[in-house]
């Protein structure tokens, strides 16, 4: 008698690379709810740290970040990845602050200028000239900000906080045993 060939399985498909949204911003939110980190915490974080990175001056993100940061001791490394994240964002919100700060202000026609024309002025001209041309703009923009950012901070803080506490439950859930 011949014994049977064993029965070879087939080997079991490696889940593909996960994309770059759960790489970089789901991975590390469930590594900050493993260490401990409240969910509720965790919202503002994402809040404050979406507002902060998308104030309409060039530069100034990574330092807000940091700051805000060590005044309401959140985490670092999740500001500044929004703030990579929110840098193209930030760049093309800067049109629309100025101009819903022009409404704020009540400008009459306003500098109308393009975020190209900006660029290669910063680039370009001498920094009293750029801030000669640009100043009463950023100024407008600023405005819009600052009256935007506690919404921001506040819709995505109530946004994202049931999902992170969901979240943190099934992160701290213990597996279910199989068998």
Known sequence: MTAAPARVEPPEKADPRPGFFRRRLIAPLRAQLTQGVAPDQLAFTLGLGAACSLVPFFG???LL???AGLA???NHPILQLLNQLLGPLQLVLILPYVRAGELIWNV???NRFTIGEL???FRDAPFLDF????GWAGIHAFTAWLVTAPLLVAAIHYATRPA???LAGAVRRPPEPTA
């Not at 801030?131 to 640009?134: E, G, P, Q, S, T």
């Open 65 to 67: 970040n940091l700051a």
């Open 164 to 166: 992170l506490r969901r």
């Open 72 to 74: 309401f001791r959140l």
């Open 108 to 110: 009459e026609g306003g």
């Open 60 to 62: 100034f993100t990574s």
């Open 131 to 134: 801030i000669a041309r640009f």
């Open 119 to 121: 660029i290669a002025a």
